[in-house]
């Protein structure tokens, strides 16, 4: 089965610090995603990866950053937490060359900035 | 502007009986159209997919309709059972070179009662 494990399930940060999440997947993939969840937003890419240390820009990554330093690992950081990243966090990875739009996900990290 | 809308919030279905969880897209260059079910405190798995060119695709209980010229889709569970209670969430994807872009609907709350 494959399996993408994300390295904190619940945080609590203060505004002004800086927080990594980390994400590691076990199958060998190449492509890796981070997206946050809102209600009522849906699931949002903010990053993403297709290499290591390849990154691109998602729909929403203002006020974060990305680090693909090995193939199975892929870390999101916010550098200055604000409030408004108070967010559930989703990594996911998939297969390259499949094209079926299939993402394996991870149980998710919620974060919540005080 | 909001690629992928699902304007149910939520839906509330006897045990038994059949659910319909509807989609709609904006973007005629989606390639494959996805449906993930997420527990609460766990990530999305996917659940079903259909390709852009097929109208149809059926797994056990669940069943995707695919209406290219009105741009909709539709998730059919039959029957019904409350392990089906999750939210669900529409999404699309558009092939590219190394990766795919996938874009999510908002979801929609399904409650299945016994």
């Known amino acids: 089965d494959v399996k993408v494990t994300q390295s904190s399930r619940y945080l609590v940060k203060r505004t002004g610090e800086k927080v990594f999440l980390e994400c590691v997947q076990d199958m060998d993939h190449e492509n890796m995603f981070w997206y946050r969840q809102d209600p009522g937003l849906g699931l949002r890419l903010i990053y993403f990866?297709?290499?290591?240390?390849?990154?691109e820009k998602g729909d929403i990554p203002e006020g974060y950053s990305v680090s693909r330093e090995k193939k199975e690992r892929f870390s999101l950081i916010l550098e200055s937490a604000s409030t408004n990243q108070t967010s559930m966090y989703l990594c996911a990875s998939s297969f390259q060359g499949r094209h079926t739009g299939e993402l394996f996900f991870g149980e998710g990290s919620r974060l919540t900035v005080l | 502007d909001q690629q992928v809308k699902q304007n149910s919030p939520s839906l509330s279905v006897q045990e038994g009986r059949i659910s319909i969880l509807n989609c709609d897209y904006t973007n005629s260059m989606f390639d494959y159209f996805l449906w993930y079910k997420k527990y609460p405190a766990e990530g999305p798995t996917f659940l079903i997919s259909?390709?852009?060119?097929?109208d149809k695709n059926e797994d056990g209980r669940f069943t995707v309709f695919l209406n290219k010229s009105a741009k909709h889709l539709s998730l059919h569970i039959v029957p019904s059972q409350p392990g089906d209670s999750a939210v669900y969430f529409c999404a699309a994807s558009r092939m590219k070179t190394s990766y795919d872009k996938v874009i999510f609907g908002p979801g929609t709350s399904l409650s299945v009662i016994p």
């Open positions: 259909i390709s852009s060119i097929k």
């Open positions: 990866s297709y290499d290591v240390k390849m990154k």
